[in-house]
């Protein structure tokens, strides 16, 4: 299984970035999917995740200002940040818990860059 992550860039406090994930491989389904970042030194923390019972989860600090959206036959998740704020620099992680034909598995996409400027 792999998870492809496409997105971020640098963008001026108050703008918007995209951030998109497709899951690829041996699946059987995906029960949950979506983004986290981990600044320096920091633990890797939940930004928003998709559930396969329709909920969403979202980071306090994003909610209103950050929406993900899911797309499970293609397997995928958009993650669109409108507002921005300079402590959204981090870098952001796709992430998919995945049933694959063996088992289940915790997968991570590449890490992709957000920086924020004030």
């Known amino acids: 299984v792999q998870l492809q992550a496409s997105g971020g860039g640098l963008v001026q406090a108050g703008g918007s970035l995209r951030l998109s994930c497709a899951a690829s491989?041996?699946?059987?389904?995906?029960?949950?999917m979506g983004w986290y970042r981990q600044a320096p030194g920091n633990e890797r923390e939940l930004v928003a995740a998709s559930s396969t019972d329709g909920t969403t989860d979202y980071a306090t600090s994003v909610k209103g200002r950050f929406t993900l959206s899911r797309d499970s036959e293609k397997n995928t998740v958009v993650l669109q940040m409108d507002s921005l704020k300079p402590e959204d620099t981090n870098v952001y992680y796709c992430?998919?818990?995945?049933?694959?034909?063996?088992?289940?598995?915790?997968?991570w996409g590449q890490g992709t860059q957000v920086t924020v400027s004030s």
């Open positions: 992430n998919a818990h995945v049933l694959r034909w063996d088992g289940w598995g915790q997968y």
């Open positions: 491989g041996s699946i059987r389904s995906i029960n949950s």
